[in-house]
């Protein structure tokens, strides 16, 4: 038994420990998760992940974990030594901590405030409600002082915890992903260094493989 993921591939936390199988070029098999028929609620679902969210990964017959970006945390330490980009610099104990920093950045400043943008941009109207621009104007502003920040360290180091890329700059795609793709990527985009930082992360292969199959209806 390898590495097994339950997902759905648009689904935001998904798409992160996806990503970070195809970064470390993890053989690994992906398992849908049906939401539309609460598949996730159901009894077997919940004996994987017990608050009944997706995604879920299993690693043989003694490891069951949830939590996107612990997923991924397990993911880039597993497979460290493969040959592929080193995602948590572990050598250097400092490099390490700038990772963890700009982990938690995400976590607890990015996501809270572009996750309900594309939620009310993209979602909402999906599930037959509309869209709520007082949420949506609020958290732009909340987000351009977010990326004031970004624009300040990108102009000192070319990648969020340094010079090399790391999970930091990983765990930021899905939601850039969508984010991207409505009216307001001019907040990223009007930002030089953040902009650059988007291309060139957005840039490499796994992004592509896992950006083909996060699509929210058109989009
Ligand atoms: C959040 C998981 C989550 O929100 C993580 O893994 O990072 N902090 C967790 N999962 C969503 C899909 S996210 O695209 C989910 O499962 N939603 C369905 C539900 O809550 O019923």
Avoid at 34 to 47: E, G, M, V, W
Avoid at 82 to 105: C, P
Wanted: aromatic share 12%; charged share 25%; glycine share 4%.
């Amino acid at each position: 038994m390898g590495v097994k993921l339950y997902g759905l591939p648009m689904s935001t936390c998904t798409a992160r420990a996806l990503i970070c199988l195809e970064e470390k070029q993890v053989d690994y098999e992906f398992l849908h998760v049906n939401l539309f028929t609460a598949q996730h609620k159901q009894p077997s679902f919940l004996s994987k992940n017990p608050f009944g969210q997706i995604p879920v990964l299993e690693d043989g017959d003694d490891l069951t974990i949830f939590e996107s970006r612990a997923i991924s945390t397990y993911i880039a330490e597993k497979y460290k030594n493969n040959n592929t980009t080193d995602l948590l610099r572990q050598g250097v104990l400092k490099e390490a901590t700038l990772v963890k920093v700009w982990m938690e950045v995400e976590a607890q400043r990015y996501e809270p405030v572009i996750r309900p943008i594309t939620y009310q941009h993209f979602v909402a109207p999906l599930s037959g409600k509309t869209s709520d621009q007082s949420i949506i104007d609020q958290n732009l502003e909340k987000l351009g002082k977010v990326l004031d920040v970004y624009e300040d360290k990108l102009s000192c180091t070319k990648y969020l915890a340094g010079d090399y890329y790391t999970l930091a700059d990983l765990h930021h795609f899905p939601c850039t992903h969508y984010f991207m793709k409505t009216p307001y990527a001019s907040l990223i985009n009007s930002r030089p260094r953040v902009k650059a930082w988007w291309e060139d992360i957005s840039s490499r292969p796994a992004f592509k493989k896992v950006a083909e199959n996060m699509k929210y209806g058109k989009n």
